[in-house]
């Protein structure tokens, strides 16, 4: 059963592993430790119910449902596009990665949830990628094991491609912390994170 785990191990790491608006907003909470933990827990088990979605074969019923990926692709353009306006706006008048007392800058637990959820389930390339991609690819396992479903073993790959995906990125991100001490280099990247959410939001706009 290695044989399916590893393949949904790099078929699910090479989806998640890609520069986009979900994995910039969790390296900048990493940076900020701000509610990392529950950032990574947000994104890692939305990850998780999609995977499942998609190898038990809703991504087939949801692939003819033209309506609601263009309904989801715009709304996904739209809190990109308000993100985006949001990181320039922080760009326009940057502060440190620390408060005067050494303390880690930090924002509401409830408005950074919100943000992880909104980024993680506004986005199509999520459903197009995980629920559909890794579904139909998982598929192909069916019968590799009379005694264990491949498919579910290829699904347990992709998951854990992503738990070690988002828990090494959002834990490994303090390390940077030192780099962005200066507001300067925190306009940086605050304004990286904006050409991030735009590009994205580009791309889903345009197809």
């Not at 449902?65 to 940057?94: C, E």
């Not at 559909?132 to 854990?160: H, K, N, P, T």
């Amino acid at each position: 059963m290695l044989v399916p785990f590893g393949a949904g191990f790099l078929t699910g790491g090479s989806l998640i592993v890609a520069i986009g608006a979900q994995n910039a907003f969790v390296l900048r909470q990493g940076l900020t430790r701000s509610h990392t933990a529950a950032v990574i827990a947000v994104c890692m088990l939305s990850d998780i119910v999609l995977i499942t979605a998609g190898v038990a074969g809703v991504g087939a019923a949801v692939a003819h449902a033209d309506w609601l990926i263009d309904a989801a692709t715009w709304f996904g353009v739209a809190f990109l596009l308000w993100y985006a306006v949001s990181s320039l706006r922080r760009a326009l008048a940057p502060g440190a990665l620390t408060t005067p007392d050494g303390s880690p800058v930090t924002e509401s637990r409830r408005r950074v949830i919100g943000r992880a959820v909104a980024l993680t389930w506004l986005n199509p390339h999520v459903y197009l990628d995980t629920v559909l991609l890794v579904g139909s690819i998982a598929a192909a396992y069916d019968d590799v094991s009379a005694a264990l479903d491949g498919r579910w073993v290829f699904g347990a790959g992709a998951m854990a491609a992503s738990i070690v995906w988002f828990t090494g990125l959002g834990f490994g991100a303090h390390k940077l912390a030192p780099l962005l001490a200066r507001p300067r280099a925190w306009q940086v990247l605050e304004i990286v994170v904006a050409a991030t959410m735009l590009l994205v939001a580009a791309r889903l706009a345009l197809g």
